[in-house]
């Protein structure tokens, strides 16, 4: 039996990242698991609803065969007949164990549709790109470490840390190719918040103004960090397109650890160009070093300028819009904003500037020292290299597949000949794609003739027929407040950590608030006590933030009233 769900869990693990995902491109699909207008269709609210014009009587089995061994380690260890416990808390811990599991796994399931969703964003502006408009994706590069020529053990200690920005700009040129160039802003000293992404987007939308005269229209992309998935910033871009001149037509956030991949990309040349540079003895201890740099060494299809953020300029104020971190998806309209809690899902819903804006954004001016600008991208220097390539192009090939040998070819169209429907050997690559495109037809025939049985049958509550409309959705965050008794350990934790000088780990704490007791055995927390790595590294951070003000709370919530309480009393 054990044997059989360690093999069920890896074949599972291994659908989520392989197979799932291709199945989740039909938004038209029969199966519950995977069509997306079922998935992430609000059933609340009819603005973000997507009615499918078909019925979901298909189920997968592999989805299943996940939830249904989930099911079973659950009644197992509830029943325990063929298991031994020290006590019943030890059965409770490990249910209470199974039940974050099971929710982890279908959280995941989720995020994969969602990622799925989103791409699809991505996908329908590049098709429609043109020499009018542009797509950029957007990201804050981790923070470069100072590097120093054969640095010394000493040296290691107390460097500063520089932020650079990375803008991929996707374009399509006359000869209806698709083009990328990444503008890296560096900076000494910067706040990563909304406005400096706002300062940064009206200095590259006016470069690429002057680069482009005929742009007239720019699409936004990024992930959900706080600078970007905010109401200031999506308000402030409507000021920044009127005043550049170019119209913002839209801005989709990406799922976590989705959608980032093309400045993820570009940052691995650029910082081989720095080691480079560093190598051949200099030290790269500020933003000029960082451009020069680059400058001397420069990554393909990249360039970048030295900035710094004019804080002064920022005047602008907005009314909080409800429910904001639900959506992910803006388009930009005369009259307001319109918005998606999943893209394409529902008939949006609209938003009027009235209730955005209380005080509009002024020009941001972010400063750019003079010969510190964006240098030439990259390409112009290499364009003998790329004579030498034409003229070897011009030479004759023969096609390696014997059907074809008679054919002589330039090495450019045989290149695309090789990988086209008419060569043989890409019909493996055809058939490969398709297998992963769809459910397979043995699964599906087992679908149809399960799908009565299931009907008729005992069905566990986790398996695909009896997924709820919206059950892909993001689920929004409680604010559950903590204990009184929860606050007073955490404090007295973080207290002897500062006395002692051995700070209390977040992980060990979270692990020892399951097994800690009172002195009369009896346990000091209950399970719906118990805390997170992440809610006890919150707590803590909260805390020390306090501790160095000396007075008064910043950044904290409505909900967050009682943690105060209790840090006041911790002096």
């Known amino acids: 039996m054990a044997d059989e769900l360690r093999k069920s869990f890896r074949d599972g693990k291994k659908y989520y990242k392989t197979e799932y995902q291709s199945h989740c491109e039909d938004d038209k699909s029969q199966c519950p698991d995977h069509c997306r207008k079922f998935g992430l269709s609000d059933p609340n609210d009819p603005d973000f609803q997507e009615h499918c014009a078909h019925q979901h009587l298909l189920t997968c089995p592999q989805c299943d065969d996940i939830t249904s061994c989930l099911e079973k380690v659950y009644q197992i260890i509830k029943a325990g007949e063929t298991l031994s416990f020290y006590s019943d808390e030890q059965q409770d811990d490990l249910l209470y164990d199974v039940k974050r599991a099971s929710d982890a796994i279908k959280e995941w399931k989720a995020h994969i549709m969602r990622s799925v969703n989103q791409e699809c964003a991505k996908k329908d502006i590049i098709g429609k790109l043109d020499q009018t408009s542009c797509f950029l994706i957007i990201d804050w590069a981790v923070k470069f470490l100072q590097l120093r020529y054969r640095e010394k053990q000493s040296d290691w200690y107390g460097k500063r840390e520089l932020s650079w920005h990375i803008s991929s700009v996707i374009t399509r040129s006359q000869s209806n190719t698709t083009e990328v160039i990444s503008y890296a802003h560096l900076f000494d000293q910067c706040t990563q918040d909304w406005y400096a992404v706002t300062s940064i987007l009206e200095n590259l939308l006016e470069h690429l103004k002057v680069r482009n005269p005929l742009l007239q229209k720019v699409y936004l992309r990024s992930d959900e960090s706080r600078c970007y998935h905010n109401n200031l910033l999506i308000a402030a871009m409507k000021d920044v397109g009127k005043r550049v001149g170019v119209a913002v037509d839209s801005y989709h956030y990406s799922e976590p650890q989705s959608g980032k991949d093309i400045c993820d990309r570009i940052l691995c040349p650029m910082k081989t160009s720095i080691c480079t540079y560093c190598n051949e003895g200099h030290d790269v201890l500020t933003a000029v070093d960082m451009r020069d740099s680059l400058t001397k060494h420069p990554a393909k299809g990249t360039t970048a300028a030295i900035s710094v953020v004019n804080e002064s300029r920022n005047t602008l104020s907005v009314h909080k819009i409800e429910q904001f971190s639900s959506f992910h998806n803006f388009r930009y309209e005369s009259s307001g ?22 005080k509009h954004q002024t020009p941001t001016m972010l400063l750019i020292p003079e010969s510190q600008g ?23 090939h023969n096609c390696s597949n014997p059907l074809y040998m008679g054919a002589l070819m330039l090495s450019r169209p045989l290149s695309k000949h090789i990988f086209s429907k008419l060569n043989q050997f890409d019909a493996i690559r055809r058939d490969w794609a398709q297998k992963f495109a769809s459910v397979d037809i043995g699964y599906s025939k087992a679908c149809s003739s399960n799908s009565t049985k299931l009907q008729t049958s005992e069905v566990p509550a986790t398996a695909s027929l009896s997924l709820h409309q ?12 903590f204990s009184e008794n929860v606050r007073e350990y955490l404090t007295a934790l973080f207290t002897l950590g500062e006395r002692t000088g051995q700070k209390a780990d977040p992980t060990q704490v979270a692990a020892g608030m399951r097994i800690a007791n009172k002195e009369s055995n009896e346990r000091l927390f ?3 006590e118990w805390l997170t790595k992440t809610q006890v590294q919150s707590f803590f951070s909260r805390l020390a933030v306090k501790r160095r003000q000396g007075q008064g709370v910043i950044d904290l919530s409505d909900e967050q009233d009682e943690d105060v309480q209790c840090l006041q009393r911790a002096f």
């Open 337 to 358: 904003l319109r918005v998606w809690k999943s893209y394409g899902i529902g008939k949006e819903k609209p938003i009027s500037h009235d209730d955005i804006y209380t």
């Open 470 to 481: 919206g059950w892909a959705l993001s689920k929004p965050r409680s604010n559950a407040r």
């Open 374 to 396: 964006f240098m030439i991208i990259p390409g112009s220097a290499k364009s003998r290299i790329a004579q030498k390539h034409a003229r070897r192009s011009k030479i004759r």
């Open 526 to 528: 209950s399970r719906e």
